[in-house]
């Protein structure tokens, strides 16, 4: 007959330190390979199980493999959990702040994105590798808080001498797994760790809740977004004969004509504009929409008049970009850093590479990093009217910018050089692109 296994969290609350030296005295015998006097915890035990399989090393020193600040950054604009952010430290700081823990967040390949809290935890955090960027896998880095909710899919709680790793003994982690509501996919953990002698047995259940709460907004934003798309969709659908449905880059369906409603439609990646036979829909017509696709099904002949492109920039406090193409017309509002990317596109038909622009945006050819992210998400909109190697727009559409009266006016936020000598030359706000800059698109100002 086994051993019962240890109860730490009742064992802490009474005597942190005795504690500790019971965690640490099965942790040694187990992973030795001898029968400890209490038996972990089952979920310790399997995760030290499946370490010990894969050859993972517990002395290791886990303080390698940082990803860099521009990584750090591109990751942060690209993940999901950046909205729920507010939801996060709304509900986790104030208990990290009472308890001397700092709340952490990484993404679903386990790199920490997000670490916030006291000073003095965040210092000692730094010490044992667990900083932004940081490969926090349990498979890289063993038994921790943020590494094993996300291979169990729950939330877990892991005391001191119960991380594998020996460099993580005087820690504790509560982690929580934050999934996407609609599919369930891994989006990252939420975690808040300390030192042990701060730990409370109630911090998991607090943690699971608020990564609740982010999934419950996640659901929100989703649905936010999918009354946009159908806002822009319904004119578009209410104009074609047949069958015909609007869906989300991911193939949510915002809005259908002429056919049931489908609630999602399986898109293959790399999903482009053209005529595709799709799987529960047969053969489609696809085409771009804000935010998504327009699905017309059956064999329709596919139209051919050119595209036009409308980057309005003559009111300074808002800039639009409009497209015009067969059955669809849409106009989305641009960031500042959009709105200066289309307009050095506009002025460049001829194409711009990442060093280029980046030199036009910042004065430094190296920045590529940022370009590349901000162009990769104007592409999720834009679509087949965007094209790259080099960035360019489709050599057939009809690109149209709107100045305003006084070029002075012309993105007054931006500081990029090549606008500020737009700025400054009124001659080039009447006449165009310099030569070499062709096909020019025509500029009007009102």
């Not at 999901?80 to 709340?103: F, K, N, T, W, Y």
């Not at 056919?259 to 696809?286: E, F």
């Not at 038909?349 to 430094?364: H, I, P, T």
């Not at 050089?417 to 165009?432: F, H, K, L, Y």
């Amino acid at each position: 007959m086994g051993y019962p296994p240890l109860d730490v969290a009742r064992l802490a609350v009474v005597d942190a330190a005795h504690a500790a030296r019971v965690l640490r005295e099965v942790r040694e015998a187990t992973l030795a390979g001898r029968r400890a006097r209490i038996a972990p915890r089952p979920v310790i035990e399997q995760s030290w199980g499946r370490m010990l399989r894969s050859g993972l090393d517990p002395e290791r020193d886990v303080r390698s493999g940082l990803l860099s600040s521009q990584e750090v950054r591109r990751r942060r604009e690209e993940s999901p959990l950046r909205h729920v952010l507010p939801v996060l430290r709304e509900g986790l700081l104030s208990v990290a702040d009472a308890a001397q823990h700092i709340m952490v967040v990484a993404d679903a390949d386990g790199r920490v994105l997000w670490r916030e809290g006291a000073a003095r935890v965040l210092r000692r955090a730094d010490g044992l590798g667990f900083e932004l960027g940081a490969d926090w896998r349990e498979d890289v880095v063993g038994t921790n808080g943020v590494g094993t909710p996300a291979v169990l899919r729950r939330p877990v709680q892991v005391f001191a001498a119960e991380h594998f790793a020996r460099s993580q003994t005087s820690w504790t982690c509560s982690g929580a797994p934050i999934t996407d509501p609609r599919d369930g996919r891994l989006l990252g953990v939420v975690d808040l760790s300390g030192p042990l002698e701060t730990m409370h047995p109630a911090t998991l259940a607090w943690v699971d809740s608020v990564a609740k709460l982010a999934e419950a907004r996640l659901r929100e934003l989703h649905l936010e977004s999918l009354e946009r798309l159908r806002t822009v969709a319904a004119p578009v659908l209410a104009r074609l004969a047949g069958r015909a449905t609007a869906v989300d880059r991911d193939g949510w369906s915002a809005a259908v004509t002429g056919m049931p409603y489908v609630r999602r439609v399986a898109l293959p990646k790399g999903l482009a504009p053209g005529r595709r036979r799709l799987p529960a829909l047969g053969v489609c017509t696809v085409e771009p929409l804000a935010g998504g696709w327009l699905l017309r099904v059956a064999d329709e002949p596919l139209a051919t008049a050119a595209p036009r492109i409308v980057l309005d920039l003559a009111r300074p406090d808002r800039r639009t970009v409009t497209v015009v193409a067969p059955s669809a017309s849409w106009t989305r509002e641009l960031s500042p850093r959009h709105a200066e990317l289309l307009f050095l596109l506009a002025e460049h038909r001829g194409g711009r590479g990442a060093a280029k622009l980046a030199e036009d945006l910042f004065g430094d050819a190296s920045r590529t990093v940022t370009v590349r992210a901000e162009m990769s998400r104007i592409r999720r909109y834009l679509g087949e009217f965007l094209q790259h190697r080099p960035y360019r727009f489709r050599a057939d559409a009809d690109v149209e910018v709107l100045l305003p009266g006084d070029s002075r006016d012309l993105l007054p936020q931006s500081a990029a050089p090549a606008v500020a000598r737009r700025r400054n030359d009124a001659e080039n706000s009447r006449t165009g692109p310099p030569p070499g800059h062709t096909p020019a698109p025509r500029v009007v100002a009102p």
